[in-house]
């Protein structure tokens, strides 16, 4: 198999892999394909009961994506919708939605269609393993779920949500459960996948290992 210049970064929710993927996109000036972004933007319109090819011509038509610093915004059509995004409403919608057949059919050829000659970094959960097989690297990138419910926590805090730990910690772990153990596109590491546990790791440690793994890779 030809590889093609992609980096992939899987994981579960709130494992970091946003943020790492955001900074891998700036520092080598990378296209970028922030996977679980598209999943909410489809749970985002299908709670306005668009349907599903509706959805997928809005995705290709009008929404646009700004990579700003290490900020990822979403317009549609010139309106910023990033933060309706975030909410926890739409995060367990697009976590229902992503287990249809028909929805990640959909959204494959959107995904692949993000692939630059140049390089692409693309962040998820099938990615390394479904949607781009043929990456030159492929992380999975994980941590403990009391550590990514913390993280979550700050994440929400900052946008202006209520939140309750315990709660984030049982919804994190059920997510683990049903994201790991579906039968269409589980979430595992590919085989040929470098596994980074980043529980005591900070961000900037993480993109230290994963700058020289690329260097590695492409350089």
């Known amino acids: 198999m030809k590889k093609i210049n992609v980096i992939t970064i899987d994981g579960p929710s709130a494992s970091g892999k946003g943020a790492l993927s955001r900074k891998v996109a700036n520092n080598f000036n990378l ?16 709670n306005l009961n668009t349907d599903n090819q509706e959805i997928t011509n809005i995705i290709k038509n009008q929404i646009n994506f ?22 926890e409403d739409i995060a367990k919608t697009a976590s229902k939605i ?28 099938d990615m390394g393993t479904v949607v781009f097989k043929d990456a030159k690297l492929k992380i999975f ?11 979550r926590y700050i994440e929400l805090q ?9 709660a984030l910690i049982a919804d994190i772990e059920a997510r683990d459960l049903k994201d790991s153990s579906r039968e269409l596109s589980p979430l595992l590491p590919a085989d040929d996948a470098i596994i980074i546990d ?12 994963t700058e020289n793994l690329i260097k590695k890779e492409f350089i």
């Open 158 to 166: 900052n946008l202006g949500q209520e939140v309750n730990m315990p």
């Open 98 to 125: 992503s287990s249809k057949k028909e929805v990640r059919k959909l959204l494959f050829n959107i995904q692949r269609n993000f692939y630059e000659e140049k390089g692409l970094v693309a962040d998820g959960r």
């Open 141 to 151: 990138l994980t941590a403990s779920a009391e550590i990514r419910a913390k993280r």
């Open 31 to 46: 296209n970028i394909l922030d996977s679980g972004v598209l999943y909410r933007l489809f749970a985002y319109f299908y």
């Open 66 to 87: 700004k990579l700003e610093k290490d900020n990822l915004r979403v317009l549609n059509q010139d309106k910023d919708i990033t933060s309706k995004l975030r909410t």
């Open 198 to 209: 980043s529980s005591e790791m900070s961000l900037e440690e993480v993109f230290s290992f």
